[in-house]
């Protein structure tokens, strides 16, 4: 497997649009609100392939990459903490750049990594198509106490109480969706 050959096809491919100019969620609050759901995604993936492997090396690198992810989450949550008391974001209006961070997990850039991580060169990239095949192979890693602990991060950003009745129903709904979606694409072969 040629990591380099793979690394240069993503960057030629997926391309961050680094010229803008204001916030895309309305405010420095308002990004660390979506910096802190995607730590979130990142913390909880890092964690379910870690307990999902067997490979020692790979373990430990997991957990050291989710550990990162988690100080990540905390030091975003400081500054939103900071930052909203001056740009005053209600708990609404976090749950809906929280709501459409999450909508984005499945945008094109997953899609892409997976696409150039595992395609040859010249092979014709379809976002649907590797989009899915990603998803097939990353939601079963999770397992219910990983569902929970993001529910509990997610809440938690949002200025909602991380425990309780909410989380359960969160977590419940949370893992549904995803073996949903998991036993969907693997029926349909992606």
């Not at 660390?32 to 790979?58: H, K, N």
């Not at 010249?122 to 990353?138: F, H, L, M, S």
């Not at 939601?139 to 529910?151: D, G, I, S, T």
């Not at 969706?177 to 029926?187: D, G, I, K």
Request: net charge positive; charged share 25%; with cysteine.
């Amino acid at each position: 497997w040629d990591f380099d050959g793979a690394f240069a096809r993503f960057r030629a491919g997926y391309q961050l649009p680094l010229d803008a100019t204001k916030s895309v969620r309305g405010s420095q609050a308002g990004e660390m609100m979506a910096r802190c759901i995607v730590e979130t995604g990142t913390s909880s993936y890092y964690s379910a392939l870690q307990d999902a492997t067997t490979e020692p090396v790979l373990k430990q690198i997991c957990g050291q990459i989710a550990s990162d992810e988690f100080r990540h989450y905390k030091l975003f949550f400081d500054h939103l903490e900071r930052l909203n008391a001056r740009d005053g974001l209600s708990k609404l209006k976090r749950l809906w750049i929280g709501w459409g961070r999450l909508a984005e997990s499945e945008d094109d850039e997953l899609a892409y990594a997976y696409f150039a991580a595992n395609e040859r060169e010249g092979a014709v990239y379809d976002r649907k198509k590797y989009g899915d095949a990603y998803i097939r192979r990353a939601y079963p890693l999770y397992r219910p106490f990983h569902v929970r602990r993001a529910m509990a991060m997610v809440l938690k950003a949002v200025g909602l109480t991380p425990q309780g009745r909410l989380n359960t129903i969160m977590t419940r709904l949370g893992l549904w969706f995803l073996r949903r979606r998991s036993t969907q694409l693997a029926q349909q072969g992606a």
